[in-house]
């Protein structure tokens, strides 16, 4: 069984950073892809960052291209999430995912949230003004 945790979240002030770690319990993960989602309160979810099992493919939202970088360590089985200049529309809960599939061949397919068979409980990130 896998299981995905997150931690990180919190409150933070707009123009302000967060790191966000997903913890893998269950089994080595060094063959999956692995991404963030994020989803605002009555909005629906989104894609905001994917790495490949090897770390060296990335895929990032254009919303946060720039100020945010997906990263992961499969030595402890963690991936990162280092958020710099966050606004005030990045509140949502951010979810890890972890993929069927150790890359995505381009950032459309690494944003389909049905490559993704399971899921963390989501951490809540709010920015303020």
């Known amino acids: 069984q896998v299981q995905l945790v997150e931690s990180g979240g919190g409150l933070v002030q707009a123009g302000g950073s967060q790191r966000l770690s997903c913890v893998t319990s269950g089994r080595t993960l060094r063959q999956n892809a692995m991404a963030w989602f994020r989803q605002a309160l009555g909005k629906e979810r989104e894609f905001v960052a994917g790495?490949?099992?090897?770390?060296?493919?990335?895929y990032y939202a254009d919303s946060v291209k720039g100020r945010f970088t997906i990263s992961r360590d499969n030595a402890v089985n963690t991936v990162f999430l280092q958020m710099n200049n966050l606004k005030v529309a990045g509140t949502a809960t951010y979810y890890c995912?972890?993929?069927?599939?150790?890359?995505?061949?381009?950032?459309?397919?690494?944003?389909?949230?049905?490559?993704?068979?399971?899921w963390g409980q989501g951490t809540q990130v709010t920015v303020s003004s």
């Open positions: 790495v490949s099992a090897d770390g060296e493919v990335t």
């Open positions: 995912a972890k993929s069927g599939l150790a890359s995505h061949s381009n950032r459309y397919r690494a944003a389909d949230s049905r490559f993704y068979d399971y």
